[in-house]
């Protein structure tokens, strides 16, 4: 049988079987802290506890996926409404008091879980663009949409632990060299475990030092 993707397909079926295990666990172990974070939410701020927004997902030959990411809600209700489509800034005074809390420990991505067990994410890969950004960035960058050729986006991932947030143009075109070489990385099943490892390990440390933005 002609193989039809550059990822290698044991890569393929191991990294979608540890997606599935490890989000439905970390569901089920960090529920009582997501109960907590709703409250807190809830309590803090008016709006909804969650917040769902369009992003691009893995992009075929012949199709680009679109789905909805799910996150706790970090800034205060309609954010975006004068703005439109923006850039997450450092210090946004968007964000909220809960909210600044739940982004430096990446905490508001417990939901994205859902997203990982649909399919629609992965717990490793490039992130998920929003599509007005996508489109803009395709008019400056060459080659910017095939970062998740054939890859699904992630709730973390090389370019994502190496500089954070994108904040401008000049971020974006230093990332999409990460996210490449996250691509290479799934063309051999030693580099690519090594791979992980590596960004779990950073990803765990962000977390725990409350570098997130």
């Given at each position: 049988?002609?193989?039809?993707?550059?990822?290698?397909?044991?890569?393929?079926?191991?990294?979608?079987?540890i997606?599935?295990?490890?989000?439905?666990?970390?569901?089920?172990?960090?529920?009582?802290?997501?109960?907590?974070?709703?409250?807190?939410?809830?309590?803090?701020?008016?709006?909804?506890?969650?917040?769902?927004?369009?992003?691009?997902?893995?992009?075929?030959?012949?199709?680009?996926?679109?789905?909805?990411?799910?996150?706790?809600?970090?800034?205060?209700?309609?954010?975006?409404?004068?703005?439109?489509?923006?850039?997450?800034?450092?210090?946004?005074?968007?964000?909220?008091?809960?909210?600044?809390?739940?982004?430096?420990?990446?905490?508001d991505?417990?939901?994205q879980f859902?997203?990982?067990?649909?399919?629609?994410?992965?717990?490793?890969?490039p992130?998920?663009?929003?599509?007005?950004?996508?489109?803009?960035?395709?008019?400056?960058?060459?080659?910017?949409?095939?970062?998740?050729?054939?890859?699904?986006?992630?709730?973390?991932?090389?370019?994502?632990?190496?500089?954070?947030?994108?904040?401008?143009?000049?971020?974006?075109?230093?990332?999409?060299?990460?996210?490449?070489?996250?691509?290479?990385?799934?063309?051999?099943?030693?580099?690519?475990?090594?791979?992980?490892?590596?960004?779990?390990?950073?990803?765990?440390?962000?977390?725990?030092?409350?570098?997130?933005?």
């Amino acid at each position: 049988m002609k193989q039809t993707s550059f990822i290698h397909p044991r890569i393929s079926f191991l990294k979608r079987s540890i997606d599935i295990v490890f989000a439905i666990i970390c569901l089920v172990l960090t529920c009582p802290l997501a109960v907590v974070i709703a409250l807190m939410i809830k309590l803090s701020t008016p709006g909804p506890i969650f917040y769902c927004q369009l992003r691009v997902g893995k992009v075929k030959s012949r199709k680009v996926e679109h789905f909805y990411m799910i996150k706790f809600r970090t800034m205060i209700n309609d954010a975006e409404a004068e703005t439109g489509a923006v850039w997450a800034l450092a210090n946004d005074k968007r964000l909220t008091y809960v909210g600044k809390l739940l982004r430096k420990t990446r905490l508001d991505e417990l939901p994205q879980f859902i997203n990982v067990i649909k399919g629609e994410m992965s717990l490793i890969g490039p992130r998920p663009e929003r599509p007005e950004i996508v489109k803009n960035l395709e008019k400056q960058i060459p080659f910017y949409s095939e970062r998740t050729y054939q890859i699904t986006p992630g709730i973390t991932g090389l370019a994502q632990v190496s500089q954070g947030y994108d904040t401008c143009i000049d971020d974006v075109k230093t990332k999409i060299a990460y996210d490449f070489a996250y691509s290479l990385s799934l063309t051999k099943l030693g580099s690519w475990l090594l791979m992980d490892i590596r960004i779990l390990f950073k990803t765990l440390l962000i977390m725990v030092l409350g570098r997130g933005q």
